[in-house]
C-alpha cells in the first residue's frame, strides 16, 4: 500500500493578471486568484519551491479622470484601491508571495529602463495616432470592431490624434508563430491557440501605440511628455516584480524563477499575454514563459456580469453570505476547465448541501460519531485483509498521482472532483460494512478495522483537500487529530496510531435554500 513520493524541490512561478485599480473586482476577476492560489499551494505542497505573484495595475487615463472627480491625486486614489484589492484577496486565503503595484518605485524605474532600451534598439519609434480610443477599456479600438457606434464594452469612443510611440510587433510576428507552432502548451487551452493563430496573427501586425500624451498619469518616458502606455507598464510586471531591470544584472530570484511556468489570466485578455508580452521578452532578449493559460469566465445567471446590467456580484458579499470556503470551493468545482462557468445563488447552496454539507461533512461527523459510541471515542489502528468491495485504502493511495496529473493540466475542478468521488466511496463503505451491526455482533476486530480505515480515509482527504479549502481542510484534521499534513505523509495508509477523539462538530453548514434565498433578498 505504498507509493513512492517524489521529492521534487524546482522552482514554480506562477503569476495573475494585474487587477485594474480603477474599482474593486467583482468575484469573476477574483476567480482568477483562487484558482493560481489552489495551483500555487498544490505545488508547495507536492514540493515545489513557488514564487506567486499578483498585484496592480495603477496607470492610466480612466484612474486619472476618477481621481479627479474625487478630488483627489490619482496616487491616492490608486492607493485606496489597490489596499481594498489586497484586502479581498487576503479575506478569501489567497496566499501570494509577492503583491507588486505598478507605482512601486522599482517598477517605474525599471519599465524606463526597458522603454529605453526598446527606442535605442529600434524597435520603438515615434509617430502619429489617428483612430477611436475607448476610456472604459484603455484600449485603441478598430472601427470594424464598433457595433452602432459603441466599443464591445458598451461605451462610446473618442476619436484621438496624438503623436505616439510605437513598437514594432510585424518585426518579431513570423518568430512568434513558429515559436507557438514548435510550443503547442504555450497557449492553453488549444482553443485560445487557435484564436490567436487564425485571427490574430494571420495577417501583419500592426504597430502598437505604447506611450500617451494626451494625459499625464503614467511612467515618464525621461525627456518627453509621452507617459509609457498599458503595455510595457503593466505586462512588464511579470519580470519587474523578481526585479528585473535592463541596466542591472539579473538577480538571483530572476535567474531561479523566470521563464514563469504559467500566466494566469481571463480569456479576454489572452492577446495581449501571448502576441505584445512574448514579442516584448524577444526584442529584450529575454526567455517567453513556459505557458500562458487563458481562463474561462464566471457568468452570473447565464449573463456576463456588468455594471449596466446591474448583476455584478462582489467578493466580499458572496463570502459574508456563504463563508470563505464555501466560495472558493464553487469556484474551483463548477467553473469548467474550458468554458464560461455559471453562478447562482441556488447553484451555490446546492453544491455546498451536496458536496461539503452531505459528502465530506456528513462522512467526517459520521465517522467520529461511530468512534465515539462504538469504542468511547478510541482508534484502534487495526488493518485486516479488505472483505469489502470498495477497498479505500487501495483508492487513497492513487488519489495523488491522479490529482497531481489533472494539476499539470491546470484541470482544477477534475483535480478537486477526485476528492470527493473518494468520499463518496468512504459512504458507500460505511454503509456496505455497517458498523452498527457489527458492534451488534460484537465482531469487534472487524469494526476496529473498519472505524479505523475510515478515519485514515478521513486524513488523506483533510490532506488532499488544503490547496482547495484550507481553513476547512485544517478543522477536519484537527478532529482526527493529525499534525502531519505533507503530501509525504500520503506514501502510507495506516500512520495513524491509537488516539482519543473528541466528540465532532459540524464542519460544513447546510444551508436551507429557500430560507437562504429570503435571507439575500432581505440583505442584498
Avoid at 93 to 98: E, T
Avoid at 147 to 157: F, R, T, Y
Avoid at 289 to 298: D, E, L, N, S
Avoid at 324 to 344: E, K, M, S, W
Amino acid at each position: 500500500m505504498k507509493e513512492v513520493m517524489r521529492v521534487v524541490n524546482k522552482n514554480f512561478y506562477i503569476s495573475t493578471a494585474i487587477a485594474y485599480s480603477s474599482q474593486s473586482p467583482h468575484i469573476g476577476n477574483v476567480y482568477e486568484i483562487i484558482l493560481a492560489d489552489a495551483i500555487a499551494r498544490f505545488k508547495r505542497l507536492d514540493g515545489h519551491n513557488v514564487y506567486f505573484q499578483t498585484g496592480t495595475d495603477e496607470h492610466g487615463q480612466k484612474i486619472e479622470n476618477k481621481a479627479k472627480i474625487k478630488g483627489i491625486k490619482p496616487k491616492e486614489y490608486v492607493d485606496e484601491v489597490s489596499t481594498l484589492i489586497r484586502t479581498i484577496y487576503d479575506s478569501i486565503d489567497i496566499s501570494y508571495d509577492n503583491f507588486v503595484r505598478t507605482t512601486d518605485v522599482f517598477h517605474e524605474e525599471s519599465v524606463q529602463a526597458i522603454f529605453n532600451k526598446l527606442l535605442e534598439n529600434d524597435d520603438i519609434y515615434l509617430g502619429k495616432y489617428q483612430g477611436y480610443y475607448s476610456i472604459s477599456e484603455e484600449a485603441f479600438v478598430f472601427e470594424k470592431d464598433l457595433v452602432d457606434g459603441k466599443c464591445p464594452g458598451g461605451d462610446i469612443p473618442i476619436w484621438t490624434e496624438e503623436e505616439t510611440y510605437f513598437f514594432r510587433l510585424s518585426k518579431y510576428q513570423d518568430r512568434l508563430i513558429d515559436y507557438i507552432n514548435k510550443n503547442p502548451l504555450f497557449i492553453q487551452p488549444e482553443s485560445r491557440k487557435n484564436e490567436m493563430l487564425n485571427n490574430f496573427l494571420k495577417d501583419k501586425l500592426p504597430d502598437l501605440s505604447v506611450s500617451r500624451s494626451s494625459f499625464k498619469w503614467g511612467v515618464p518616458i525621461l525627456n518627453s511628455d509621452h507617459v509609457i502606455y498599458v503595455w510595457i507598464d503593466a505586462l512588464s510586471n511579470y519580470i519587474t516584480g523578481l526585479g528585473y531591470n535592463p541596466n542591472l544584472p539579473l538577480n538571483k530570484k530572476f535567474k531561479d524563477f523566470w521563464p514563469a511556468d504559467v500566466h494566469l489570466v481571463g480569456k479576454d485578455i489572452v492577446r495581449f499575454h501571448t502576441i505584445y508580452w512574448p514579442i516584448i521578452l524577444m526584442a529584450l532578449g529575454l526567455e517567453l514563459p513556459k505557458q500562458v493559460f487563458g481562463h474561462p469566465w464566471i457568468l452570473f445567471n447565464k449573463e456576463k456580469m456588468s455594471k449596466s446590467t446591474g448583476n455584478v456580484k462582489y467578493t466580499d458579499e458572496l463570502v459574508k453570505l456563504f463563508g470563505v470556503d464555501v466560495v472558493r470551493y464553487y469556484c474551483l468545482h463548477d467553473i469548467p476547465f474550458a468554458q464560461d462557468g455559471n453562478l447562482t445563488y441556488e447553484l451555490i447552496v446546492e453544491r455546498n448541501n451536496s458536496d461539503l454539507s452531505n459528502t465530506l461533512g456528513n462522512l467526517v461527523n459520521r465517522t467520529i460519531g461511530m468512534v465515539n459510541k462504538y469504542q468511547g471515542g478510541t482508534l484502534y489502528k487495526v488493518l485486516l485483509p479488505e472483505l469489502s468491495p470498495i477497498n479505500l485504502s487501495e483508492e487513497a493511495i492513487q488519489l495523488l498521482p491522479k490529482i497531481r496529473s489533472h494539476f499539470d493540466k491546470l484541470n482544477v475542478s477534475l483535480a478537486l472532483d477526485e476528492i470527493v468521488n473518494f468520499a463518496r466511496d468512504c459512504n458507500k463503505y460505511i454503509d456496505l460494512n455497517a458498523p452498527w451491526t457489527l458492534y451488534k455482533e460484537t465482531n469487534t476486530e472487524r469494526l476496529k478495522h473498519v472505524l479505523y480505515t475510515l478515519i485514515e480515509s478521513i486524513r488523506f482527504i483533510g490532506i488532499l483537500l488544503q490547496p482547495f479549502i484550507p481553513s476547512s481542510s485544517l478543522k477536519i484534521l484537527d478532529a482526527i487529530k493529525v499534525s502531519n499534513t505533507s503530501f509525504e505523509s500520503l506514501s502510507t495508509f495506516g500512520l495513524i496510531e491509537g488516539v482519543k477523539l473528541d466528540i465532532g462538530h459540524a464542519i460544513f453548514e447546510r444551508f436551507d435554500l429557500e430560507k437562504k434565498i429570503k435571507e439575500i433578498e432581505e440583505n442584498v
